[in-house]
């Protein structure tokens, strides 16, 4: 496998010139600095332990998808802003930039068939060298595979016909054999099943053959792993999905056993759904498995992190949080899973990841026990304050802090377009390269 030196690489561990990186750093530290020293005094004050707080920021890592990291695309159009990753390995050094800049994207999560690795040594090595992990691993049975006999046009799992189902079965197997090689511990599944129109399948069957689809592939499971079922309530079909919503999925986990769990993407969902609720609800069972994160006005959007409803996505972390503390929930695997139409993936990927650990760090500001006892008073007015005191306090400078500590930029953005990343790798990998996955 060739090795390839991009100018952005030196030959040990980062993908960024880390002299430039530091002189980058001096030049915002003395204002990031005062904005910390000032924000610190004020939530010591409160009686918050800022070091906590700092370091659990810190330690929160978002996995970059693979298919991320190119230009997406409407049904429409596309428009490719050049330089982007068309192997697994570039894909790999992509998130190693974005991890070596924000110390928070320290995990890729693949996508089977298109991230089939041909070395798993070298390709680990690599990962290794950037310090990037492996996160759950994704089927597709979404589409059809140029080699295969089977079509996947009326369903995969829930298909009518056993030669289908067994060739998605067959599939996913390989997926989690693909994982184990690389050190993955979750295989993630979305089925596109259902039909568009009404009397096209009979509903109790296709729920039926999928579940004992799902445990046929359950069985195939190593001990440590675990099986993430994702949901969505339409698209690509648009009368019935077979595992249409959260209760589903959970029915599935819960009859599968306790390996299995339930994904949440916060796309998919009906309009004004309270998706917090249903993260309390499912850490209430031991059953949350996942998210991934984007945002939408209307549907399956996939717009940036916190773009449009920033307050909904600090409620979910307010859930998360207390989950944690009050659950026995198994941990959690966090994913991105956006598209990139308009604005550069590698901008648009840090722009997500921050306003991820914004909304998280909003959530560990929130006085919890003065919470309880306003529940408990029935005082609505002080409940809602005490969480509007939180989400109204800036937390950047705790944010920042947190990442700088790691060895990351103080600012991860202007740091990539002052190091003109983008046009770093345009000339390496030319205008038109085209990444895989979308
Ligand atoms: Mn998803």
Redesign the pocket.
Known sequence: MEECQTPLLDKHKTMLDKKKLKTFNEEQLPRHKSNFDHLGERLTQNGLDIEAVVNQIGALQIAIPSWALGTGGTRFGRFPHGGEPSSLEEKIKDVGTLHALNQSSGAISLHIPWDIPEDYKAIKDLANRLDIVFDAVNSNTFQDQPESEQSYKFGSLSHIDSAVRKEAIRHNKEVIDHGIELGSKALTV?LADGTSFAGQHDFRGAFQRTLESLEEIYEHLPSDWKLLI?YKPYEPNFYSMVIPDWGTSHLLASKLGDQATTLV?LG?HLPNTNIEQIVALLMHLNKLGGF?FNDSKYGDDDLTVGSIKPYQLFLIFCELVKGVRETVNPELSWMI?ASHNFKDPMEDLLQSVESIKIAYARALLVNYDGLKVAQSQNDVVAAQSILQEAYRTDVRPLVKESVYRRGGALDAIEAYRSFDIRNQLIRKRGKHSKSTGL
């Open positions: 979305w994702e993407d998919h991934h899973d």
